[in-house]
């Protein structure tokens, strides 16, 4: 694998885990507010809280921050390439849902986890 690749996996990884850290952080927050929204009221009452929260700020840092990584992986590399290795998202995702969310994964999921891994490997050779 030439250098450069790793150079652009390892950003792309990096906008992943960001992306990853952005999710959790929205969701925690999320988690936090009464989610019953079934009026115009509600619902503004429920962004005004939300905006309120901490967690969605750090969301938001994360998100600009994988934005902006991604946008320099965009100049360096093919976008078939980098999407497709983008795809780790999903995996990263799962994973912190598992560990820190405490969701359960079924086993359809774990397969579909396991289909995304192998795509990846079979995009980036060579």
């Known amino acids: 694998m030439k250098m450069g690749l790793l150079f652009i996996i390892g950003l792309i990884v990096c906008t992943d885990i960001f992306d990853t850290v952005s999710q959790l952080s929205m969701k925690s927050a999320i988690n ?4 019953q929204v079934n009026s115009l ?3 503004v009452i429920f962004l005004f809280n939300l905006l309120r929260k901490k967690r969605l700020w750090v969301s938001l840092i994360f998100s600009t921050a994988s934005l902006s990584v991604w946008l320099f992986v965009l100049s360096k590399a093919d976008l078939s390439l980098a999407y497709s290795i983008d795809s780790l998202r999903y995996v990263f995702i799962t994973m912190a849902s598992l560990i820190f969310l ?5 086993f359809m999921r774990w397969l579909g986890i396991f ?3 192998l795509g990846i490997i079979m995009v980036t050779r060579v």
């Open 32 to 35: 936090h507010l009464d989610a």
């Open 115 to 117: 289909a995304i891994i």
């Open 41 to 43: 009221k509600k619902a």
């Open 102 to 106: 405490k969701e359960r994964i079924g």
